[in-house]
């Protein structure tokens, strides 16, 4: 019997969830995500110094810090399209997770070195926090064929607003989700009860039953259970780790998510930023989760800001 990785991608596009070259040779995923997080982790690896050293110096004498992290994003995104067949998923800073024209400009800079480079913006996906402002910039951009991938989303409000934003893509963070359930009420979850599976499923559910052409991506998984679970999803990104013990376990694979039997009782959604801000404030996890992931990206970007002052001097 095949192992469950190769049984999963007969289900679900998969998606390497790292920043090591390596790994996606292994796994040959359809596609790769990055973030600031992971991108800091492999510009810290001896093995990657040569990319972060030829990003600084494509980016040239006297380049501005912002101009020197794109040039290393897309460096490493360049590098990365080698290996993978589809696209990769390259993060705007998240200091701008509040700023609609500043997310927008980075994008234009982003998407424009790819382009300067030989790379069709069909390969890219601009990754942006899945705020107000953030849907709205990544709004704008798809009506330019600049396309997005909505990071950091943890609600149905979030999704709803995506999805009427007719963006390329979200990630749901399942993994995230669980952990703030666990901690809100010391309990575990498993299997079909976890509530980052519940959630993507609702969002899966809404997509398909009105014909959204949104792809939904789960992301940031804790264990292979969750996994599982969502097979049948348009995309899974998975880490290395857990890629890892799909492949080393031969167990069935069941197709969980079905679009011809999308199951959705309520009635479609339209959300205003009023609406949208204030469903946010009703949803405690989803707040606090959004938040400090931005924080989170914040402060890796000024490590990865840091590790480049040291070079440049």
């Known amino acids: 019997m095949p192992n469950q990785l190769q049984q999963l991608k007969t289900l679900t596009t998969v998606v ?15 596609d790769a995500t990055t973030n600031p997080s992971l991108i800091l982790k492999a510009a810290a690896s001896a093995d990657y110094e040569s990319l972060v050293d030829q990003a600084i110096a494509e980016a040239g004498d006297g380049a501005s810090m912002d101009a020197i992290i794109d040039r290393l994003l897309v460096t490493f995104g360049k590098a990365i399209l080698e290996i ?26 982003i998407i424009g070195l790819y382009e300067k480079d030989g790379i069709s913006r069909d390969r890219v996906l601009i990754k942006i926090a899945s705020t ?8 704008g951009l798809e009506k330019e064929g600049i396309h997005c991938n909505l990071t950091l989303l943890f609600s149905f409000a979030q999704a709803v607003a995506c999805a009427e934003a007719r963006v390329q893509l979200i990630s749901p963070f399942v993994g995230r989700i669980l952990d703030w359930h666990k901690k809100a009420t010391g309990k575990d979850f498993t ?30 998984f804790r264990n292979t259970g969750e996994i599982l679970e969502l097979a049948g999803c348009d995309l899974l990104t998975i ?4 890629l890892q013990e799909l492949a080393d376990s031969d167990g069935p694979v069941e197709r969980k998510l079905d679009a011809t039997k999308a199951d959705y009782a309520g009635e479609k959604i339209s959300l205003d ?22 924080r989170n990206f914040a402060a ?6 840091a590790l480049i002052a040291k070079k440049t001097g």
């Open 16 to 30: 390497a969830d790292t920043g090591d070259f390596e790994s996606m040779k292994a796994f040959t995923p359809q």
């Open 84 to 109: 993978v067949p589809g696209r990769v998923s390259s993060e705007v800073d998240a200091r701008l997770s509040f700023d609609t024209p500043g997310t927008i400009d980075r994008a234009h800079g």
């Open 132 to 139: 107000w402002e953030g849907i709205k910039a990544a709004e």
């Open 191 to 220: 299997g079909a009860e976890d509530p980052g599976v519940i959630s993507v499923t609702e969002i899966y559910n809404y997509y398909k039953k009105f014909g959204y052409p949104t792809e939904i991506m789960g992301a940031s």
């Open 239 to 242: 880490s290395p780790a857990l």
């Open 273 to 294: 930023e009023k609406t949208f801000r204030y469903a946010m404030n009703e949803d405690a996890m989803a707040t606090e989760k959004t938040a400090e992931g931005i």
């Open 300 to 305: 890796d970007i000024v490590k990865l800001e």
